[in-house]
């Protein structure tokens, strides 16, 4: 390597290195994210602020508080339990989750021990500063909206895109609002709400306010086709949420970071994002609910860095098809039933590599429903896991 190329490579490295671990002059929303936690996802009983309407919040409360004790009781506290049993020990704790729009709980619910976690999906994570300005009649129409789009969520343990898009747009952005509402199911408590951009080298570099205000009369755009436009800044594409666990001070810190962002491969290749991914070293993945995008041969980049970085996965049938996993040293243990996709437009020359894959084990039972169900309704999941040596 030359000398000059050397010291390009050097500086590069340091520039990222000092971007990533810069926090001091990034614009810290934690007084909005608190205020999403109490209003919101009702994660707290702290006075509320000048302005809110109480009866409009308490009857909110009450509904979202019986949903997620319901929610508890279905899902967490199962499968988390379920997950505990079948976890190797000394999992890496970098988490990369994708096409996981909204779903911090299910990343917490598989791997309670994660402290930095990445979720991509197209949507945004929205401005987090509207909620404190609305009136008695908007506060009330948005809280409503936000209860309608959450129930998937909090019903089938993923959300249907079409909900979610209901959300692009408005007072209480559905990323934000899903992700907070995670945190108070799972018993945790927000410490601080950053936004980032990333840099060539993939080194997340943190907002100043000048930054936000900059970027203040900017629209962020829709990434894909069928997806819509936001009335959203651009400067709040990228959200970091830290958090720990509530009432605890001494609990460890957890990062998650939500990035918008297109996977398809003339997106990813390349691209800032895909350096920031292979920056997180060696990982534990998860994906389900979707669209059977890593089925498609357009999506093989995010595939391919699945397989080179992972240590274990989670889907359901829209992860990794048996090929792929096999001719990487992968193994794949199934539980439940698959008998076909549940989409139309999945390939059905993929599916039927996965009817035989379940039909090539014993059946393993699976006490709820994670991501899709199959063609005939039936609850399935899969661990894709490196080979264990004879």
Not at 14 to 39: E, M, N, W
Not at 174 to 193: D, K, N
Not at 345 to 352: L, N
Request: overall charge neutral.
């Amino acid at each position: 390597m030359g000398m000059r190329r050397f010291g390009v490579i050097c500086v590069l490295l340091a520039i990222a290195s000092t971007a990533h671990a810069d926090t001091s002059q990034a614009k810290d929303f934690i007084d909005d994210a608190k205020l999403f936690y109490r209003v919101v996802a009702c994660g707290s009983n702290d006075p509320l602020p000048a302005g809110f309407d109480q009866k409009i919040v308490d009857a909110h409360c009450k509904e979202m508080l019986e949903r997620e004790e319901t929610f508890r009781t279905k899902y967490t506290t199962p499968a988390g339990a379920f997950f505990a049993t079948l976890r190797p020990a000394n999992l890496p704790t970098t988490v990369v989750y994708p096409f996981g729009g909204g779903d911090l709980v299910g990343a917490l619910v598989v791997y309670p021990d994660a402290r930095e976690i990445t979720t991509l999906s197209l949507e945004h994570p929205g401005d987090p500063t509207r909620l404190a300005g609305l009136d008695k009649k908007h506060l009330k129409s948005s809280l409503a909206l936000f209860r309608d789009v959450v129930k998937g969520l909090l019903v089938n343990n993923d959300s249907a895109t079409e909900n979610m898009l209901k959300l692009e747009k408005g007072p209480i952005p559905g990323q934000l609002g899903f992700f907070i509402t995670g945190l108070a199911v799972m018993g945790y408590e927000p410490v601080s709400l950053k936004y980032f951009t990333i840099d060539p080298t993939g080194a997340v570099v943190y907002l100043t306010e000048a930054d936000i205000a900059a970027k203040a009369d900017t629209k962020a755009k829709k990434i894909k086709g069928k997806w819509v436009d936001t009335d959203y800044s651009q400067a709040f594409d990228n959200m970091e949420l830290t958090f720990r666990k509530k009432g605890d001070p001494t609990a460890p810190l957890i990062v998650h970071r939500h990035i918008a962002a297109n996977l398809a491969d003339d997106k990813l290749k390349d691209s800032p994002l895909a350096a920031y991914l292979e920056s997180r070293g060696k990982i534990v993945a998860m994906t389900k609910a979707a669209s059977y995008l890593l089925w498609f041969s357009g999506f093989g980049v995010i595939r391919d860095y699945l397989l080179d970085h992972m240590q274990w996965m989670v889907s359901d049938s829209t992860g990794i098809p048996p090929r792929y996993a096999k001719k990487k040293g992968f193994t794949q243990t199934t539980y439940g039933t698959f008998e076909g996709a549940y989409l139309d437009d999945a390939s059905a020359d993929v599916a039927e590599t996965f009817v035989d894959l379940w039909k090539s084990q014993k059946h393993r039972k699976l006490p709820f429903r994670f991501g899709y169900p199959d063609s005939a309704g039936n609850v399935h999941m899969m661990i894709t896991a490196p080979k264990e040596p004879k």
